[in-house]
């Protein structure tokens, strides 16, 4: 397993949730990370990346729903992602897949298919 998340659950909307993912990959400070959720019966969507733009730095990248509410973290020692999620919605109920893609070069990677390594989803669900 390359990819694994954890850190899914129930809270209450206005609670906090934080997600973290497992990366099992070399030289992860050349992996841009995202995060991504999906409902049944829609796609796939963006939620959060950290892309790799040289050296060790990292530029953010927030889906407009998510904007000021989530925030998205590394730890390239320990090789894990985070996903601190505040103010919860009920319309944040998904299944939330961590994502790493090696980049050869800086740039955004803010759309799943940038994305070849996939974590098995955790569920989140906020309660109205």
């Known amino acids: 397993v390359q990819l694994q998340a954890s850190g899914g659950g129930l809270v209450q909307a206005g609670g906090s949730l934080r997600l973290s993912c497992e990366a099992s990959?070399?030289?992860?400070?050349?992996?841009?990370m995202g995060w991504f959720r999906q409902v049944p019966g829609k796609e796939r969507e963006f939620v959060a990346a950290l892309s790799w733009s040289g050296g060790i730095a990292y530029s953010a990248d927030y889906a407009e729903s998510v904007k000021g509410r989530f925030s998205i973290s590394r730890n390239n020692a320990l090789r894990m992602v985070y996903l601190q999620m505040d103010s919860l919605k009920f319309e944040d109920t998904a299944v939330y897949y961590c994502?790493?893609?090696?980049?050869?070069?800086?740039?955004?990677?803010?759309?799943?298919?940038?994305?070849?390594?996939w974590g098995q989803g955790t569920q989140v669900t906020v309660s109205s």
């Open positions: 990959v070399d030289s992860f400070r050349r992996y841009s």
């Open positions: 994502a790493a893609t090696y980049s050869s070069e800086p740039g955004r990677r803010v759309d799943k298919s940038q994305y070849d390594l």
